[in-house]
């Protein structure tokens, strides 16, 4: 079954770090691009950042750029998003995304909470 | 960027009834690369249609898409009340950035 299952998310305070993971299975990880999608809870999906199969091409939002970087382990078959400098709109659902051209399949989701 | 406006915002139907969901995009979408995906409340976002008219691998034949350039149409032939959800349609075409419009919510009448 080709699946996505992430961890990492929590609370964090304003200014601080975290890190997500995503472990995929099922399939051949180091043959597909990924994505991080975010969702604040109760609005819509907003395109965060895409990595190439090998790690090398990484592209951002604007409003994450600078701040977020992307990273897979192809041998571990594992995504991550090292955020930093964390905001409080940065609070938000965030997913990992399968992509040869659409989405497919998600992560299960991470939430974020950026708060004092 | 290309922007995706979905309508109507909220759908109110019956069961059995046909839901017609738009997506219209601020500019033609390259190769008619729209893509839609079903959210159930607390759950993540899958995969219906590719290419705007691509069923993906285990989807209803209830669910159909069409359209091309800039007006793309999501159809649920039949509603089932399994199919509450929102719908957001999206454009992978002309990226980065991957867009998505804004959803319509499906409910029940």
């Known amino acids: 079954e080709v699946q996505l299952v992430q961890s990492g998310g929590g609370l964090v305070q304003p200014g601080g770090s975290l890190r997500l993971s995503c472990a995929a299975s099922?399939?051949?990880?180091?043959?597909?691009?990924m994505h991080w999608v975010r969702q604040v809870p109760g609005k819509g999906l907003v395109w965060v950042a895409r990595?190439?199969?090998?790690?090398?091409?990484?592209t951002y939002a604007d409003s994450v750029k600078g701040r977020f970087t992307i990273s897979r382990d192809n041998a571990k078959n594992t995504l991550y998003l090292q955020m930093t400098s964390l905001r409080a709109e940065d609070t938000a659902v965030y997913y990992c995304?399968?992509?040869?051209?659409?989405?497919?399949?998600w992560g299960q989701g991470s939430l974020v909470t950026v708060s004092s | 960027e290309v922007v995706l406006t979905q309508s109507p915002g909220t759908l109110s139907l019956s069961p059995g009834e046909r839901a017609t969901l738009s997506c219209r995009a601020s500019?033609?979408?390259?190769?008619?690369?729209v893509a839609w995906y079903q959210q159930k409340p607390g759950q993540a976002p899958r995969l219906l249609m590719y290419?705007?008219?691509s069923r993906a691998t285990g989807i209803p034949d209830r669910f159909s898409g069409s359209g091309s350039g800039t007006d793309f149409t999501l159809t649920i032939s039949r509603l089932e009340p399994e199919d509450i959800a929102v719908y957001y349609c999206?454009?992978?075409?002309?990226?980065?950035?991957?867009?998505f419009g804004q959803g319509t919510k499906v409910e029940i009448k």
């Open positions: 995304a399968r992509s040869r051209s659409s989405f497919d399949p």
């Open positions: 099922g399939f051949s990880f180091s043959n597909y691009w």
């Open positions: 990595i190439d199969t090998d790690g090398d091409i990484t």
């Open positions: 500019q033609s979408v390259t190769s008619n690369y």
């Open positions: 290419g705007a008219s």
């Open positions: 999206q454009q992978y075409g002309s990226s980065p950035p991957w867009t």
